[in-house]
């Protein structure tokens, strides 16, 4: 599986980087298949670097801040109006119930068809799994100021040709602070994308809404996961900060999600 960064930027988009959205391809032994996990302000234009809009097989949004969905909107003019048509049906994008309706409010539409038209809106059921080709998508509720959180547990098995399946687990925290849901979704994964948009000392009175290097690591650690990526830092926090606070907490491999880097998984 490949783990390509669409965009890392914490809360909104910076100057290098849109906001959350992370490509995962995998191939099930016929054909490669490509999901997105988030789509936020600013990642539409740099997902087209990676792929054709029409090749998207599915969106899993882990919460409605416009960080994590907004470019849905942009997404949805470009299945509805390009003027030589769309040929891939409507997108399945699975979400919190208010999904549907915060998009169409969002653009303006009425909520009735809204953008059921151009996407296939189906909504989480709390670790419920979800199958999508090789993927296997899981959501557990996490500890978010909103109506609903989720982190994501991403088990694929891919076909080589060879007889031999290869199964690994990426998770990816969406937003969240400390909680057992988190430490869930990511038990024994292989990579573990987690956010850090909080430091140490600096963000201390700030409760149940984002995770500190320090505190992903934690996570990480209490869930034996095997390597640790650090994402959506807003502009104010500081790379080198909380790597230092994660690498004191976490045995394994750390690093911080930087846009365009692809890794293999």
């Known amino acids: 599986m490949k783990l390509t960064i669409v965009g890392c930027s914490g809360s909104f988009p910076g100057p290098q980087s849109p906001?959350?959205?992370?490509?995962?391809?995998?191939?099930?032994?016929?054909?490669?298949?490509?999901?997105?996990?988030?789509?936020?302000?600013?990642?539409?234009?740099a997902v087209q670097k990676y792929m054709d809009l029409e090749d998207i097989d599915g969106i899993f949004l882990t919460h409605l801040h416009p960080d994590h969905c907004m470019d849905l909107c942009g997404l949805h003019v470009a299945v509805r109006w390009n003027p030589e048509g769309w040929n891939a049906g409507r997108i399945p994008v699975w979400g919190p119930a208010a999904t549907a309706d915060r998009l169409a409010t969002a653009y303006g539409l009425p909520l009735d068809p809204g953008m059921r038209e151009e996407f296939d809106?189906?909504?989480?059921?709390?670790?419920?799994?979800?199958?999508?080709?090789?993927?296997?998508?899981?959501p557990y509720a996490v500890n978010h100021p909103i109506e609903e959180s989720y982190a994501l547990r991403v088990d694929v098995t891919e076909y080589d040709g060879t007889g031999v399946d290869r199964s690994v687990t990426l998770a990816y925290s969406g937003d969240t602070d400390s909680?057992?849901?988190?430490?869930?979704a990511a038990k024994d994964a292989h990579f573990f994308l987690c956010e850090a948009a909080f430091q140490e000392g600096r963000d201390d009175g700030i409760k149940d809404v984002h995770l500190t290097g320090k505190r992903a690591a934690?996570?990480?650690?209490?869930?034996?996961a095997r390597r640790l990526l650090l994402t959506h830092l807003p502009?104010?926090?500081?790379?080198?900060?909380v790597v230092a606070e994660a690498r004191a907490e976490f045995a394994g491999d750390v690093a911080v999600a930087v846009a365009g880097v692809h890794y293999t998984i």
Not at 179 to 184: I, K, P, R, T, Y
């Open 19 to 45: 906001a959350s959205c992370y490509l995962l391809t995998a191939h099930d032994g016929e054909r490669p298949w490509r999901i997105l996990l988030d789509l936020g302000s600013g990642a539409l234009g």
């Open 121 to 138: 809106f189906r909504l989480w059921s709390e670790r419920e799994p979800v199958k999508m080709g090789p993927f296997t998508i899981t």
């Open 179 to 184: 909680c057992q849901g988190l430490e869930d």
């Open 218 to 224: 934690q996570a990480a650690t209490r869930a034996n």
């Open 235 to 241: 502009v104010w926090t500081d790379a080198g900060t």
